[in-house]
């Protein structure tokens, strides 16, 4: 039976990652110049993987992130169920004191397994992992695609592979992310596997010899 390779990244950095201000599936933001050079980085490690196909988020961040990989004209979709959490009321707002603890409680409140509870004026991990289902059986359903890259978000990614991976989603923040980090996963068929785990090293430039 042939595996198949997902490649799973975060997309990289933007300002508001740079300023601490809360970005979720309602802030629409750009890669700024350290995202777009780990773009390229990663773009750089990675072109010669043979992708069959390129999934995204509708957030320009992720596209962005990935943007090398389509100028080659690999096959592209874009699919809402991979936006990131929408972080309601909070979003777009900068993290004080306040704004801290109270995000600091809602993850307790995740963790002691409550992931049906919402952030006030937006998601409940339980909506984003259902949303990310229909995204997963369509995946699923397309064996000609052995080899995928997927680039969507933090949190969103932690509860994606939470879903692949069959964990409680009270254990997401098991899962690390950084800007343009990657997990690699294979799938045989019944399960998936991880063969890299929030690996960063492609964002180590190569020095000259």
Not at 105 to 134: F, H, I, Y
């Amino acid at each position: 039976m042939s595996i198949k390779k997902v490649y799973l990244i975060r997309h990289g950095q933007t300002d508001y990652n740079l300023q601490s201000i809360v970005q979720g599936s309602g802030i629409n933001s750009s890669l700024n110049e350290t995202g777009q050079a780990q773009a390229r980085l990663f773009y750089q490690k990675y072109k010669d993987i043979p992708f069959d196909k390129v999934y995204t988020s509708t957030l320009q961040r992720t596209i962005q992130s990935v943007q090398g990989f389509l100028d080659l004209g690999l096959p592209h979709e874009q699919h809402a169920g991979l936006n990131e959490i929408h972080w309601g009321t909070r979003e777009g707002t900068r993290m004080t004191p306040e704004e801290d603890q109270y995000y600091a409680d809602m993850l307790l409140t995740w963790r002691e397994g409550n992931c049906d509870v919402c952030v006030e004026g937006g998601e409940s991990p339980e909506v984003v992992a259902e949303r990310q289902k229909p995204f997963i059986d369509l995946m699923l359903s397309r064996p000609e695609e052995e080899t995928i890259l997927i680039c969507m978000h933090g949190r969103a990614m932690r509860i994606m592979l939470c879903n692949l991976l069959r964990y409680p989603l009270r254990c997401m923040d098991q899962f690390e992310h950084l800007n343009l980090c990657l997990y690699e996963l294979d799938y045989t068929g019944s399960i998936f596997t991880v063969k890299k785990h929030c690996d960063v090293s492609h964002l180590v430039e190569e020095q000259p010899v």
